[in-house]
Nanobody
Framework: QVQLVESGGGLVQVGGSLRLSCTAS????????MGWFRQAPGKEREFVAA???????YHADSVKGRFTISRDNTKNTVYLQMNSLKPEDTAVYYC????????????????WGQGTQVTVSS
């Protein structure tokens, strides 16, 4: 069982930056693929970025060049650095984990955090 707790959300102006953190319980964190997803009001949850244990990373086209996923296996923590934020980045951001290779499919992730709100004001 893996428990995920996100933090770092908040209100930021257009062009600003935020860093989200997700800390996982359990001793097998380093072997998991960790992902970030987001869900805006009235929209489906969508993939943002994912990181495999071996350093392989994948970012959605909509955030490529602005967001960066990273992880510190010694701290059981995955991060999402978000720069050049836009109003369309406003959403609840979720951390997720799966014990297999990288995927951008929501349904393939086994564990989810409670989410953290990110609001970008114009």
């Amino acid at each position: 069982q893996v428990q995920l707790v996100e933090s770092g959300g908040g209100l930021v102006q257009v062009g600003g930056s935020l860093r989200l953190s997700c800390t996982a319980s359990g001793r097998t964190f380093s072997s998991y693929t960790m992902g970030w997803f987001r869900q805006a009001p009235g929209k489906e949850r969508e993939f943002v970025a994912a990181s495999r244990w071996n350093g392989i990373r994948y970012h959605a086209d909509s955030v490529k060049g602005r967001f960066t996923i990273s992880r510190d296996n010694t701290k059981n923590t995955v991060y999402l650095q978000m720069n050049s934020l836009k109003p369309e980045d406003t959403a609840v951001y979720y951390c997720a984990a799966r014990a297999s290779r990288i995927s951008d499919l929501t349904r393939l992730y086994d564990y989810w955090g409670q989410g953290t709100q990110v609001t970008v004001s114009s």
